[in-house]
């Protein structure tokens, strides 16, 4: 069903960096922004952040429909609203455990030098993930610049902002629609396997 392999090649980025426990937390973002980028497979993203949740809007190559998520960065969530046939008001909730989404990391990490990004310095934050090692760069207020991962065997770039603004954002881009029913994936869902360079 097309709606499960949408699912399933968000997902697969977003369980592309299962993190090893380490000494020190990756620091989250302090301040509301809204930055725009290339996600993976040469899709656009714009990240949005608020009191400690992520907003991402998605336009993905072949996918034919906009994706927009929100990420509670301390209870470990994603719940997606998108068009599901037969459904009217419905999000889907997954949980992200220690990982990364769509360029934004959670859990722990070790420092790994300097770089500048978008014309901007950033922190390098080494991750051992299930997949191989991903590196994060953070800006002094903590928005993530860049994320690269190991995907199939390959480093790839996640996402890399080419704008960004640090403007106050309105609380209630971040909420569940009212009303919304939730329907919950199951844990560990990773997908289904033949979404090309997703699985």
Not at 5 to 12: N, P, Q, T
Not at 70 to 76: A, H, M, N, Q, S
Not at 108 to 135: F, M, Q
Not at 179 to 191: D, S, T
Request: proline share 8%.
């Amino acid at each position: 069903m097309r709606i499960y392999r949408l699912l399933s090649a968000i997902m697969v980025l977003a369980a592309a960096f299962t993190l090893a426990a380490r000494a020190e937390p990756i620091p989250l973002p302090t301040v509301d922004f809204e930055a725009r980028g290339k996600f993976i497979g040469g899709g656009e993203l714009l990240m949005r952040h608020s009191g400690g949740k992520t907003r991402i809007e998605m336009d993905l190559p072949g996918v034919g429909i906009p994706i927009t998520g929100i990420v509670d960065l301390k209870r470990k969530k994603i719940i997606f609203t998108l068009p599901i046939p037969g459904q009217t008001n419905t999000v889907v909730e997954a949980d992200l455990g220690d990982d990364a989404a769509f360029g934004q990391v959670v859990g722990d990490g070790e420092r790994a030098g300097n770089a500048v990004v978008a014309g901007e310095p950033c922190t390098l934050w080494k991750i051992k993930s299930e997949h191989g090692n991903a590196v994060a760069c953070l800006a002094s207020d903590n928005i993530p610049l860049k994320t690269e991962a190991t995907i199939d065997g390959k480093t790839q770039v996640v996402f890399e902002v080419t704008a960004i603004k640090r403007v106050p954002q309105n609380p209630a881009d971040f909420e569940l629609p009212p009303g919304a029913k939730v329907i919950k994936l199951p844990k560990g869902f990773k997908g289904v396997p033949g979404v090309p360079g997703l699985n």
